[in-house]
């Protein structure tokens, strides 16, 4: 079984400030991690994705994330938030012993930006 | 189409009501997976098709559930006796294979009354 734990439901940070998005995951085997992003009413989009390759991912929009195993831990952030980055954020664990892609999301972290 | 396309992208009915939603994937994807997102939360696995058949339905919460992918292409979720626990925004993703990305549509919010 997969399970991914995102540590706060709302994150507030000003315009310019760093950004920090906490998750842990729990999977039986070497699982595959996913961030996306969910703005209000447009589909779900894909940030980056870590697969047994470098411990840090980059991905769009200036993220980038860290595969600490010994952590069970895969944290998403950005040196400096943007007011289009505000959004909701839904960590993802997906083990392809199953379903192929089929994707266990986390309860997700709603991120709010200030000018 | 550019994306995957889901209609309608509003759905209200009246409780114990018969419901079906449409995904269009993108052409040339053999996966197709089906979601629920609760208001409030992640979404959860239904189920989901290489191809035409339903490789792992799982997810599906019990038998008034049900979908189908008669060609391999366009897949219908249909919704038997529908509660008011059924409203959702029900999400449909395709993928060119089950290891490469999955990208999601818009969704369909179904609201039961």
């Known amino acids: 079984a997969q399970s991914v734990t995102q540590l706060d439901s709302h994150v507030s940070v000003s315009e310019g400030t760093p950004v920090l998005l906490r998750c842990n995951y729990s999977s039986s085997y070497s699982p595959s991690l996913f961030w996306y992003v969910q703005h209000p009413n447009k589909g779900l989009q894909l940030l980056l994705k870590y697969t047994s390759a470098a411990t840090l991912v980059k991905g769009i929009n200036g993220f980038e994330a860290e595969f600490k195993k010994s952590e069970t831990s895969f944290h998403l952030t950005k040196p400096s938030a943007h007011m289009s980055d505000a959004a909701e954020y839904f960590c993802?664990?997906?083990?392809?012993?199953?379903?192929?892609?089929?994707?266990?999301f986390g309860g997700g972290t709603r991120l709010m930006v200030k000018p | 189409g550019a994306g995957v396309s889901q209609t309608p992208s509003n759905k209200v009915t009246e409780k114990g009501k018969y419901v079906e939603l449409r995904c269009d994937p993108i052409s040339g994807h053999t996966a197709l997976y089906w979601y629920r997102q609760s208001l409030g939360q992640g979404p959860e696995f239904l189920i989901y098709f290489q191809g035409t058949g339903a490789a792992d339905d799982s997810g599906l919460p019990n038998d008034r559930f049900f979908a189908v992918r008669p060609e391999g292409s366009v897949s219908t979720l249909k919704i038997q006796r529908t509660e008011r626990g059924d409203s959702a925004v029900y999400l449909c993703?395709?993928?060119?294979?089950?290891?490469?990305?999955?990208?999601f549509g818009q969704g369909t919010r179904l609201t039961v009354v």
């Open positions: 993703a395709s993928s060119r294979d089950t290891y490469t990305e999955a990208f």
């Open positions: 993802v664990v997906s083990d392809y012993r199953n379903a192929g892609n089929m994707l266990t």
